[in-house]
C-alpha cells in the first residue's frame, strides 16, 4: 500500500471521527428545521451535552448514564426552547441565541461549582468514556489487500456513538418520510395551517420535534466530552453546531444529502488538521486556517444560489398563530 | 328584524337537522362578529350562508369546524349536543371543511395530502393502498378524476380544490362547509364544482356554501340563510326568493348607489394600452393582450371576478410590476419591456394610485398618520430638505388632509392601525388625489368601508372626473362600476372581454361578460 | 419582529422590560442559591464592583461604550426588519481596518490624522463585512441570519490566518500584530481634559466613548428625522408598501446592512485602539452577540439602548468582581445573566404581556367604576 493511499485512509477515519458530532446535531437540525422551528442552538444544547455527560461520567464511573444525562440536559434546553418559540411565539433565532449563550454560561458556571478546575471536569479514566470498538476479524483480514487495511482503520475501531449517529441517519430518513410522524412533521413546516385543520396540534407536533432534535444534541454533546475526548473543556463545542446547521442547509434538509455535507466538512477538517504547517507546491504553506472556512464559504454560495437552490421549508421561523 | 315567517321556513318541520345553531355569539375586542346566531341545517340538503364581506360568515364557519370558539351558545350535530373546541372534534363528529385559501402543502403529492391526518396506521405504508382506492372510488362516484401522485403546487386551482373536498369526505365528513369556493374559478370550474356537489348531496352528505355572490345560491342551493353584520337577519327557501329580496336583506339599504353625476365630457387621451402582456413567476400568463384608452374626465371602470388580471394590470400602469409584451403610453412616456418607470418616476408624472389593499400596500400601519400622509410623496422638496423631513411641512400636509376628507380623528400622531378602514381608507385617497393627478389608478376604493365613507368616496372620484382627471376603476363590486363608470371595460382570465358605454351596461349583460361571454354575443 | 402588543405605550416601553429583566435575574439568582452562594450578596458584590470602587465606573463605561456600538448595529438593521447576528464578524473586520491604518500611518503622520482614518477604516470595513450579507439577502433571496453567522466564521478564519501569517509580530509566538505607535490611540479619559475626568479613577475608558454617544445621537437624527431613516423604517415595517412607495427596497437593505457593520466595526476603536493597543486574536469576545441583547431590551431606540448598555456594562465589570469574593461563582455569572435576559426580553418577551394586560384592564375598570 502507498504511503498516499495510508494517508488518505487515515484522513478519512478522522473524517468519519469528526464529522459524527457534525452528523447528530445535522439530523437533530433537519427535526427541528422540518417542523418550522429555526434551531441555531444546535451549539448550545451540544456544549451543555457534552459537559453533563463528563459530569455524570465522572461521578458514576459509567458512559452509558453520561449519555442518558447528556440527552436529558438537552432536551431540557430543546423544551425550553420549544416554550419560547412554540407557546410564546417568541423569535426564533432570538431564543436560540440566548440558550447558546446560557450554555457556555451553564456549563463553566456549574462546573467551577462542581469541580473547582476552571469550568473544566476532571480527566476521565477510560472506563468512564466510550473506547473503540474492535470488529471480528480485523487481524485476519489484514492480510487482505485494500479491503484489509479500510476494515481495520476505517470500519473498525470507532466507539459506539460514532455507529449510532451512522444508525441514526437511516432512521431519520425512515421516520422523516415513511411514517404518520414523518408525514406530519413535513407538513408542519410547509403549512401548519394544513395541519391544524386536518385535526392535528401543531404544537405538539413542534415540541415532540423540538426534543428530538434536544436527544440527538445530547448524544452529539456526549460523543465530544466521553467519546473522542476524556473530559469537559470549556467551549468544547467551538462552532460545530453552526457548522452542522451549515450542513443542514448544504444538504437541503434532507438526512442523507446533510450526512454527505457533514462528511464533506469533516473531511476538509481532517484534511486541513493533516496540511498544518506542511509546504504545497506553488501555494507554499498551506492555508489551514482559510480552508476551515470554506464550509460556511460554500453555504453562503448555497444559499445565494450560486450552486444549486436551498429553499428552506416554507413555514420556518414564523410562530404559529390561527 | 327576524320574521315569524323567516323562523319558520328555517327551523320548522320534521325534517332530521344535521346541523343547529343556538344563540352564538363571538367578539374580537370591541368588534362582534357574530351575534346570537342561530341556524338549522337539513341533512342532505344544500345550505347556503349568504352575506357582504364582513358579515361574520366566515366567523362562524370557523366556529363550527372549531378553528375558533364560540363566547356563548351552543351547537348540535346530528342531534347531539356538541361541543367542538378543535378542528379534530370537528372532523370526528364528520364536519369538513374546504377552505378559502386551501390547506394543502404545494411541494408533496396529492396523496400525501389527502392522507395529512387519516393516515391509517403509524407507517405510511399501511394506509397508502387503501387510500389509493379510496382517491379511485371518490374519483368515480363523483367526477373527481386527480392524479395521486401530481405534487399539488402543479395543479390547477380547481384541481387543488377537488383536493380539498376528497381529503374531508375521505375524512369521513358527512357535512362538508365551503367556504367561498368559486371565488378562484373560472366559470367553467365553478360549473363542475357544482355538479360535484350536487352528486355529493344526492349520496346524502349535507353542504354549506358561503359566499357573497347571489347568482351561486340561486343556481345551487336549497336553503338560504343571510348575514349582515355579524347577525343572522333572515332564512329563507330558495325557491321561494329572489336575487333583489337577498340583496336588500344582505346589504340593508338599496343596492343600487344612486351617484348623482352629469355625463361625462372626455378630452384628449392620457392612457394608451396596446397588446399589454405580462407572466408569473411561474410562467402563467397573467395579462394577454389588453389593449384600451383612458381620456381625461371619464372614469373607466374594470369589472371581473377577482383574480382575472385587474390586480396585475393595476400593478403595471402604477410601475410595481413590469411589462413582458406590448406598451404603454402614458402622457408622453412609453413604457414597455426595455423601458420601465418606478412608482416614484411615475407619481413624478402624475400619475396617482390608491391600492386594491390598503393594509399590504397603501399604509404603513405601525406609522402615525402624518408619516402615511406622505408614503410615496417623501422626496417632495416641500417634505424634505436635503436629507433632513421637514416635520412642521409633514404635519401641516396631514392636518390639511384631514381637514379635508373628513378624517376622524384628526390626530396626526395616532397611528394608522387605529383608524377605522374607512378613515384609513380616506388617508389613503386624501394623499392620492390631493396634488390633483393627471391619471388616477384606483382599486377596491370602498373594501371594507361603511356605507357614510363610501358616498363621501365615491362623490371625490366624481368630483376629480369634473376636474378633469383620467380614472381607471377596478372593483369587484359591480354596482360600484356600473354606478360610477362612464365606460365599463370587463376582464376574464387576463383578456379584455369587451367595452361598452356606461348606458349600454346592464348588469345582465356585464355578468355575462364577465363569466367571458363576449360583449357581441351577449348584446 | 415581536408580536403587536395590546398594552398601552408605557407599560409596553418601561413595564415589561422591567419585569423581564426582574425574572431573568431571578433566575440568575436561584441558580446562585442552588451552588450554595447569597444570591443578594452577590448582587451586592456585583453593584459594588461595577460602580462603587475607584475606576470601576470608568470599567463599566468602557464596557457600554462596546455595547453601544453593537447595540446600535444591531438595531439600525432591526429597522429594516433585517436581523444581523453578525455583529461579531463585522466589528472584527472592522479591527482589521483600523489595524491596518494604525500600523501603516500613525509612523509618518499625526495623531489628529490617523485616528479619525483609522475610525473611518473600522466603519468602511466593518460596513464591507455587512454590505456583503446584506446584498445577497437583497438581490439573492440568502437568508441573513445564517448568511451572518457564516460570515462571522469567515471573519474568524481570516483573522486567524492573517494574526498568525502576515500579520504576526516578528519574531513572536503569539497570534498578534506589533503594538500600534502612540499617535495611533485612543486617549484615555482620566487623562485629559485637565483631570475633570479624573473622578473615573484609572480605567481604559477612552474617547470612544464620546464616540458612542455621538453616534446615539446620530442614530436618533437618522431614523427620525432623515429620508434615509423614513424609507428604512418603511421598508422594515411593510416592505409592499414601500415598495408602492417607490422605495427601492433592495437597496435601502443593503445600506442598513452597511451601516448596521460600519457601527460594529467601531467596536474596534474602543478594544484595539483604546485598550488592546495593537490587532489580537477574539477581541470582539461576544460583545457583537451581547448587541442583539441590548437592541432587544432598548427596543432599538438609542434611549434605551443607552440604559441597556449600561446595564450589560455594569453585569460585566460587576460580574468580574465575583472572581475576587466567591469561589463557587465567578465572571462567567455574568454571561449566564446575558442569556437569561435575552431569553426573557427577547425571546420570552411579552410572557408577562397578557397577565399584566389582564391586570391593568381590572385597575382601569375599578377606576371607572369609582369615577362613576
Known amino acids: 500500500m502507498s504511503e498516499f493511499a495510508y494517508q488518505l485512509l487515515l484522513t478519512l477515519d478522522a473524517t468519519l471521527r469528526l464529522a459524527t458530532p457534525l452528523i447528530l446535531c445535522a439530523m437533530a437540525g433537519i427535526f427541528s428545521e422540518r417542523s418550522g422551528i429555526i434551531d441555531i442552538s444546535l451549539e448550545g444544547k451540544m456544549l451543555m451535552g457534552a459537559f453533563v455527560a463528563a459530569a455524570v461520567a465522572f461521578t458514576s464511573g459509567s458512559p452509558w448514564l453520561g449519555v442518558l444525562a447528556a440527552m436529558l440536559a438537552s432536551v431540557v434546553l430543546a423544551v425550553v426552547h420549544g416554550f419560547a418559540c412554540i407557546t410564546h411565539r417568541g423569535n426564533q433565532v432570538v431564543s436560540g441565541l440566548a440558550i447558546n449563550i446560557l450554555a457556555s454560561g451553564l456549563t463553566v458556571t456549574i462546573g467551577i461549582a462542581l469541580f473547582r478546575q476552571g469550568g473544566q471536569t476532571p480527566p476521565l479514566g477510560s472506563t468512564d468514556r466510550f473506547r473503540p470498538i474492535e470488529w471480528w476479524l480485523v487481524d485476519a483480514l489484514d492480510a487482505v489487500p485494500i479491503f484489509g487495511p479500510i476494515y481495520r482503520e476505517l470500519i473498525s475501531g470507532h466507539n459506539m456513538l460514532v455507529y449510532i449517529a451512522l444508525f441514526l441517519v437511516p432512521l431519520s430518513a425512515f421516520l422523516l418520510y415513511r411514517t404518520r410522524f414523518g408525514l406530519r412533521l413535513r407538513a408542519v413546516g410547509e403549512v401548519p395551517k394544513a395541519v391544524d385543520s386536518a385535526g392535528i396540534s401543531v404544537s405538539f407536533l413542534r415540541y415532540r420535534a423540538v426534543i428530538i432534535a434536544g436527544l440527538l444534541c445530547g448524544i452529539a454533546g456526549a460523543y465530544l466530552s466521553i467519546g473522542q475526548g476524556a473530559g469537559f473543556v470549556k467551549e468544547m463545542s467551538a462552532g460545530k453546531g453552526y457548522i452542522a446547521l451549515a450542513a443542514v442547509i448544504f444538504g437541503k434538509w434532507r438526512p442523507v444529502p446533510a450526512l454527505l455535507a457533514c462528511l464533506l466538512f469533516g473531511f476538509l477538517e481532517a484534511v486541513s488538521a493533516r496540511l498544518q504547517g506542511v509546504d504545497l507546491p506553488l501555494i507554499g504553506e498551506a492555508p489551514t486556517q482559510l480552508m476551515l472556512a470554506l464550509p460556511y464559504v460554500m453555504v453562503v454560495l448555497v444559499l445565494a444560489g450560486f450552486i444549486g437552490k436551498a429553499s428552506p421549508p416554507a413555514a420556518i421561523g414564523q410562530p404559529y398563530s390561527k | ?523 | 419582529m415581536t408580536p403587536a402588543s395590546d398594552l398601552p405605550r408605557w407599560a409596553d416601553v418601561v413595564l415589561l422590560p422591567i419585569l423581564n429583566l426582574v425574572a431573568a435575574l431571578a433566575v440568575c439568582g436561584l441558580i446562585i442559591f442552588f451552588l450554595g452562594e447569597n444570591p443578594f450578596t452577590a448582587l451586592w458584590v456585583m453593584i459594588k464592583g461595577a460602580f462603587f470602587y475607584s475606576g470601576s465606573l470608568g470599567y463599566t463605561l468602557y464596557y457600554t461604550t462596546n455595547f453601544i456600538f453593537t447595540g446600535l448595529a444591531v438595531a439600525i438593521a432591526f429597522h429594516a426588519m433585517m436581523f444581523n447576528i453578525g455583529g461579531e464578524g463585522q466589528a472584527y473586520i472592522g479591527g482589521l481596518g483600523a489595524g491596518l491604518i494604525a500600523l501603516w500611518l500613525a509612523p509618518a503622520l499625526p495623531m489628529v490624522l490617523v485616528i479619525p482614518m483609522a475610525i473611518l477604516a473600522a466603519a468602511l470595513f466593518g460596513a464591507a463585512w455587512g454590505l456583503i450579507p446584506g446584498i445577497l439577502q437583497a438581490y439573492r433571496g440568502s437568508h441573513i441570519v445564517i448568511t451572518t453567522i457564516m460570515f462571522n466564521f469567515i471573519a474568524g478564519s481570516i483573522m486567524v490566518w492573517l494574526l498568525v501569517g502576515p500579520l504576526i509580530e516578528q519574531g513572536q509566538q503569539s497570534p498578534q500584530t506589533p503594538k500600534f505607535e502612540a499617535n495611533a490611540l485612543m486617549p484615555k479619559m482620566h487623562e485629559i481634559g485637565g483631570g475633570v475626568f479624573s473622578f473615573l479613577g484609572s480605567s481604559p475608558l477612552n474617547l470612544s466613548f464620546v464616540l458612542a454617544l455621538l453616534c446615539l445621537v446620530g442614530f436618533w437624527f437618522l431614523i427620525w428625522r432623515t429620508k434615509l431613516g423614513y424609507e428604512i423604517r418603511t421598508v422594515g415595517q411593510n416592505p409592499e408598501a414601500a415598495r408602492y412607495a417607490g422605495i427601492n427596497v433592495p437597496k435601502i437593505i443593503v445600506i442598513a446592512m452597511a451601516l448596521s457593520g460600519a457601527l460594529a466595526g467601531l467596536l474596534a476603536i474602543n478594544e484595539l485602539l483604546g485598550v488592546q493597543h495593537r490587532v489580537v486574536l477574539n477581541f470582539t469576545s461576544g460583545y457583537g452577540f451581547t448587541g442583539i441583547a441590548v437592541a432587544l431590551m432598548g427596543r432599538n431606540h438609542p434611549v434605551g439602548i443607552f440604559l441597556a448598555s449600561f446595564l450589560f456594562g455594569a453585569i460585566y465589570q460587576g460580574g468580574a468582581e465575583l472572581d475576587f469574593e466567591f469561589q463557587t461563582i465567578t465572571r462567567d455569572m455574568a454571561l449566564l445573566m446575558q442569556g437569561m435576559i435575552i431569553l426573557f426580553s427577547g425571546a420570552l418577551a411579552y410572557m408577562f404581556n397578557p397577565w399584566v394586560s389582564k391586570l391593568l384592564k381590572r385597575w382601569m375598570n375599578r377606576g371607572e367604576v369609582t369615577r362613576v
Open chain 2, 1 to 523: 328584524m327576524m320574521t315569524d315567517k323567516d323562523m319558520k321556513d328555517g327551523r320548522d318541520g320534521a325534517h332530521s337537522f344535521a346541523l343547529k345553531l343556538n344563540g352564538i355569539s363571538k367578539s374580537f375586542g370591541a368588534v362582534r362578529a357574530n351575534r346570537d346566531i342561530s341556524l338549522d341545517v337539513r341533512a342532505g340538503s344544500i345550505h347556503g350562508i349568504v352575506g357582504e364581506n364582513g358579515a361574520g360568515k366566515s366567523t362562524l364557519m370557523n366556529i363550527i369546524f372549531g378553528l375558533q370558539t364560540a363566547d356563548s351558545g351552543d351547537m348540535q350535530v346530528f342531534g347531539q349536543l356538541a361541543s367542538i373546541r378543535s378542528s379534530a372534534d370537528a372532523i370526528g363528529l364528520g364536519v369538513g371543511m374546504v377552505h378559502q385559501h386551501f390547506m394543502l402543502v404545494p411541494n408533496m403529492s396529492v396523496l400525501d395530502n389527502v392522507m395529512l391526518g387519516t393516515e391509517g396506521g403509524y407507517l405510511l405504508a399501511e394506509g397508502r393502498e387503501q387510500t389509493l382506492e379510496k382517491l379511485k372510488q371518490l374519483s368515480s362516484e363523483y367526477g373527481m378524476g386527480v392524479d395521486p401522485f401530481a405534487l399539488i403546487e402543479d395543479l390547477p386551482v380547481g384541481i387543488r380544490q377537488r383536493v380539498e373536498i376528497i381529503k374531508a369526505i375521505k375524512g369521513g365528513a358527512r357535512i362538508l362547509i365551503l367556504d367561498e369556493p368559486t371565488g378562484v374559478l373560472t366559470p367553467g370550474e365553478a360549473k363542475q364544482l357544482f355538479d360535484i356537489l350536487r352528486s355529493l348531496r344526492d349520496d346524502g352528505v349535507t353542504v354549506l356554501l358561503i359566499t357573497h355572490k347571489l347568482e351561486e345560491i340561486m343556481a345551487i342551493t336549497d336553503h338560504v340563510s343571510i348575514m349582515r353584520d355579524g347577525e343572522m337577519v333572515a332564512h329563507r327557501e330558495t325557491a321561494a326568493t329572489n336575487p333583489q329580496e337577498l340583496a336588500r336583506l344582505m346589504v340593508g339599504r338599496d343596492v343600487l348607489l344612486s351617484v348623482e353625476k352629469e355625463p361625462a365630457s372626455p378630452r384628449e387621451v392620457k392612457l394608451r394600452v396596446s397588446g399589454l402582456g405580462c407572466s408569473s413567476r411561474a410562467g402563467n400568463r397573467l395579462l394577454k393582450d389588453v389593449s384600451f384608452e383612458l381620456r381625461a374626465g371619464e372614469i373607466l371602470g374594470i369589472a371581473g371576478v377577482a383574480g382575472n388580471g385587474q390586480t396585475e394590470l393595476l400593478e403595471i400602469l402604477s410601475g410595481m410590476r413590469t411589462v413582458d409584451d406590448g406598451s404603454i403610453k402614458l402622457l408622453d412616456q412609453t413604457i414597455d419591456a426595455d423601458n420601465a418607470l418606478s412608482p416614484y418616476n411615475l407619481r413624478e408624472l402624475g400619475v396617482a394610485h390608491i391600492p386594491e389593499d390598503r393594509h399590504e400596500h397603501g399604509l404603513v400601519l405601525s406609522f402615525e398618520a402624518q408619516e402615511n400622509a406622505i408614503l410615496g410623496y417623501h422626496n417632495d422638496p416641500g417634505y424634505v430638505r436635503g436629507m433632513v423631513m421637514d416635520k412642521d411641512a409633514v404635519l401641516e400636509r396631514c392636518e390639511t388632509l384631514m381637514k379635508d376628507h373628513d378624517v376622524r380623528p384628526p390626530n396626526p400622531s395616532l397611528h394608522a392601525s387605529n383608524f377605522s378602514g374607512g378613515n384609513q381608507q380616506k388617508i389613503v385617497i386624501g394623499r392620492e388625489v390631493d396634488r390633483n393627478p393627471e391619471i388616477l389608478l384606483v382599486g377596491q376604493p370602498t373594501r371594507g368601508v361603511d356605507v357614510g365613507a363610501i358616498e363621501f368616496i365615491h362623490k371625490q372620484l366624481i368630483r376629480l372626473r369634473d376636474e378633469g382627471c383620467a380614472i381607471l376603476l377596478v372593483s369587484v363590486e359591480l354596482e360600484e362600476i356600473l354606478s360610477l363608470s362612464d365606460r365599463v371595460m370587463v376582464m376574464n382570465e387576463g383578456e379584455i372581454v369587451g367595452i361598452v358605454d356606461q348606458t349600454e351596461a346592464s348588469q345582465e349583460r356585464v355578468g355575462m361578460m364577465m363569466a367571458g361571454i363576449g360583449s357581441d354575443a351577449a348584446a
